[in-house]
């Protein structure tokens, strides 16, 4: 599962595109699947919202931008909830990292993602983090703070290429993980991967 900035869409297909083409493993970037939720808000409100042109009733836009959160987040839940690997594409573009916003992001949906990998299943390869979120304004924007992304292992470019090289002599997906986990023991460190 890659987490990212909508703003790092590009990058992020391209990653999965490479890690999949390489190893045969499957990559889950969620506009890949439903596009943009902000599209989709506005075809639910031009069909049960609208009241006449360019006018929407508050209440119904309330109720369908409630629906279509509740929908995709349960949705990214139980995808997360199934998957080996959590990778957040750590850019300017989702992680702040200017004044005092420092390991925060603006996106709400990065930061119910990361706050996802909380309570998601035990396995070997998964670990549980914890710190309090919260929340900060700034010129009406809405800061979220991501959990302590420094405990996170942290891998960059080069040991992505370098794994992929390496899963050259293996033959199968679960060896291909087995082999991430070997060269980058994230659970020893009770830590989850991070891509910078």
Same mark, same amino acid.
């Given at each position: 599962? =890659?987490?990212?900035?909508?703003k790092?869409?590009?990058?992020?297909?391209a990653? $999965?595109?490479?890690?999949?083409?390489?190893?045969?493993l499957k990559?889950?970037v969620?506009?890949?699947?439903?596009?943009? $939720?902000?599209e989709l808000?506005?075809?639910?409100?031009?069909?049960?919202?609208?009241?006449?042109?360019n006018?929407?009733?508050?209440?119904?836009?309330?109720?369908?931008?409630?629906?279509?959160? !509740?929908?995709?987040?349960? !949705?990214?839940?139980?995808?997360?909830?199934r998957?080996?690997?959590?990778?957040?594409l750590?850019?300017?573009?989702?992680?702040?990292?200017?004044?005092?916003?420092?390991d +925060?992001?603006?996106s709400p949906w990065?930061?119910?993602?990361w706050?996802?990998?909380?309570?998601l299943k035990?396995?070997?390869?998964? @670990?549980? =983090?914890?710190k309090?979120a919260? /929340?900060?304004? @700034?010129?009406?924007?809405?800061?979220?703070? /991501?959990?302590?992304?420094?405990?996170y +292992?942290?891998? @960059?470019?080069?040991d992505?290429?370098?794994?992929?090289?390496?899963?050259?002599?293996?033959?199968?997906s679960y060896?291909?993980?087995e /082999?991430?986990?070997?060269?980058?023991?994230?659970?020893?460190?009770?830590s989850?991967?991070l891509?910078?």
């Amino acid at each position: 599962f =890659i987490s990212h900035s909508h703003k790092d869409h590009r990058l992020a297909v391209a990653l $999965a595109n490479f890690i999949e083409s390489q190893t045969s493993l499957k990559v889950f970037v969620d506009s890949m699947v439903w596009k943009n $939720a902000d599209e989709l808000q506005h075809k639910l409100d031009d069909k049960f919202s609208l009241i006449s042109t360019n006018l929407y009733s508050y209440k119904k836009v309330l109720a369908t931008t409630s629906n279509v959160n !509740a929908i995709l987040s349960m !949705a990214i839940m139980k995808i997360m909830d199934r998957t080996d690997v959590v990778l957040l594409l750590n850019t300017n573009n989702s992680v702040l990292a200017f004044d005092s916003l420092a390991d +925060k992001t603006l996106s709400p949906w990065l930061f119910e993602e990361w706050l996802f990998t909380q309570n998601l299943k035990r396995t070997k390869h998964t @670990r549980k =983090i914890s710190k309090t979120a919260t /929340l900060e304004t @700034r010129n009406m924007q809405v800061a979220y703070e /991501l959990p302590d992304i420094n405990n996170y +292992k942290k891998l @960059r470019i080069k040991d992505i290429e370098n794994w992929i090289y390496k899963c050259d002599s293996k033959k199968y997906s679960y060896d291909k993980l087995e /082999l991430l986990y070997e060269m980058f023991k994230p659970y020893k460190e009770e830590s989850e991967l991070l891509l910078e």
